[in-house]
């Protein structure tokens, strides 16, 4: 009896052995939006593309995910070097909008087996705390480090745009002109637009389907600015500028600012909340 103890303690032994060198990534992060926003954002392939990356370095170029256990996902990826990659899975457990858990592996580190990101999202007062565990690391693996300086940017990102409330079309288009007096010769008496309201520095005109606001310059010119509106521009712009945004300037009577995006246009962003 005594050896037969003897080995199971042994065997004891080297699986807390074994354990002690399995390693993981914690994150936790709190986050103003309910668990099914958050979920949401972690589930929608179009929402994965627009926030988890980053566009001047490591853009992602491609999301794909099948919402079901045994459901794959892939990631597609462009390095610094302009070299791609891929991530992908398969998702292990389902519980929305309270866990997923997916297997994860990475063509950039072949032969190596496949580890496991799971996120936890509990309700809590004024929103959801996620925690992200990504497990199955042993002390040999080459990726662990990698992993590990990176989780905390993608949880930041992945709370901006959780945050930011959504982005909704208006009926409003801008124009900055240094002569608001010949502008409004043009276009209430040329294009005939219908002047709603007359300012110092601003003159709006009923344009058919949108409202035509024609600005003073107070600067270099911006031309034919579309605006959205937001319920929160200090989550809008955290979300934005998180995206590879540049803010081009604040603006006071809107309550909002203007940002270029990507691809070089400004838009307008005004604050409007929901009723």
């Not at 992908?88 to 858990?101: D, K």
Request: net charge negative.
């Amino acid at each position: 009896m005594s050896n037969l103890l003897d080995r199971s303690g042994d065997a004891h032994a080297r699986l807390a052995a074994d354990q002690t060198m399995m390693r993981a990534i914690v994150e936790q992060i709190q986050i103003d939006a309910p668990p099914a926003r958050v979920f949401q954002a972690l589930t929608t392939p179009a929402e994965l593309l627009a926030w988890w990356g980053e566009r001047a370095t490591y853009p992602s170029t491609h999301w794909e995910l099948d919402l079901r256990v045994g459901g794959a996902w892939l990631s597609r990826w462009r390095g610094p070097d302009g070299r791609t990659f891929a991530l992908g899975g398969e998702i292990l457990e389902l519980r929305p909008p309270h866990l997923l858990v997916y297997s994860w592996w990475d063509d950039r580190y072949p032969g190596l087996p496949r580890t496991t990101v799971r996120y936890d999202l509990t309700a809590v007062e004024g929103g959801t705390r996620v925690t992200m565990t990504h497990s199955g690391f042993d002390e040999r693996r080459a990726d662990f480090e990698d992993y590990n300086g990176g989780w905390s940017t993608v949880m930041r990102k992945l709370r901006a745009h959780a945050e930011a409330g959504g982005f909704r079309a208006n009926r409003d288009v801008a124009i900055e002109v240094e002569d608001l007096r010949a502008a409004e010769a043009f276009y209430a008496g040329t294009l005939g637009f219908p002047v709603v309201s007359r300012m110092e520095d601003q003159l709006a005109l009923t344009a058919g389907s949108f409202t035509l606001w024609v600005n003073r310059a107070r600067g270099p010119r911006l031309s034919f600015i579309p605006s959205l509106d937001v319920v929160d521009t200090a989550r809008a712009r955290r979300a934005l500028e998180e995206a590879g945004c540049k803010i081009v300037r604040d603006s006071v009577e809107s309550r909002g600012f203007y940002f270029e995006d990507p691809f070089g246009f400004v838009v307008d962003v005004v604050e409007r909340r929901e009723s």
